[in-house]
């Protein structure tokens, strides 16, 4: 009877996962756009890879391949934002367009130069005062 | 009753990435591709462990870890490519 209990939540769980990886998909399909394609995928496939993971623990109840189990949903929930930020990061710098009529306000080339700008004068400060 | 409910999962997850493919197929750009990669290796390594699960032979969870770091890599090294023109 506990058995049967445990595998009606892993069920559950194995229906949200297959649902987030769903709205992922069809979110890839119909945006008209790079960044929205990637806001899509970025959430919805690490929530719904780390839902059937945990059904599969649920149902698996063993102490080892829960921990490899474990260890596989650290390892998607650590790569996927570090993919999806190079994915990015090199999108803006091949300059790819955004959608039509989209509000953009890009502040990005702005706070590099004021970084940068601070930083030699922190230069310059820390060379006056040591000689 | 549990075989039936993995097996029918295992189809969608496959017929997920087969609409994917459609968006690898006709991206207007190379990123676009990779996004769409990126989530038929998600969908693949899901597949993986529920047959894991069906099959008993629990190795194949060592398959998909190994899956998960070289689709990794692999990624890594195609934007170091698209970014600066070279990889090494």
Do not use: W
Request: net charge positive; hydrophobic share 55%; proline share 2%.
């Amino acid at each position: 009877m506990n058995k049967m209990v445990l595998q009606y939540i892993a069920f559950f769980f194995l229906f949200g996962g297959f649902f987030f990886l769903l709205v992922g998909v069809v979110g890839l399909l119909r945006l008209p756009d790079l960044y929205t394609r990637m806001h899509a995928m970025g959430k919805c496939d690490t929530l719904g890879a780390g839902l059937i993971l945990i059904a599969l623990m649920l149902l698996i109840g063993d102490i080892t391949n829960i921990t490899k189990l474990f260890l596989i949903g650290v390892m998607i929930a650590t790569i996927n934002p570090i993919i999806t930020h190079l994915i990015a990061k090199t999108a803006y710098n091949r300059g790819t367009p955004m959608a039509e009529g989209s509000y953009v306000i890009n502040d990005y080339v702005a706070a590099q130069r004021r970084r940068r700008r601070s930083r030699l004068q922190e230069v310059a400060k820390g060379d006056d005062s040591s000689q | 009753m549990i075989t039936t409910v993995l097996y029918t999962a295992v189809v969608g997850l496959v017929i997920i990435s087969l609409v994917a493919i459609i968006r690898a197929y006709g991206g207007p750009s190379v990123l676009d591709r990779m996004v769409a990669m990126n989530v038929i290796t998600t969908n693949v390594v899901m597949i993986i462990l529920i047959f894991a699960y069906i099959d008993q032979s629990y190795y194949y969870i060592d398959v998909a870890f190994v899956f998960v770091i070289g689709t990794f890599i692999a990624t890594l090294c195609i934007l170091k490519l698209l970014r600066e023109g070279h990889i090494i």
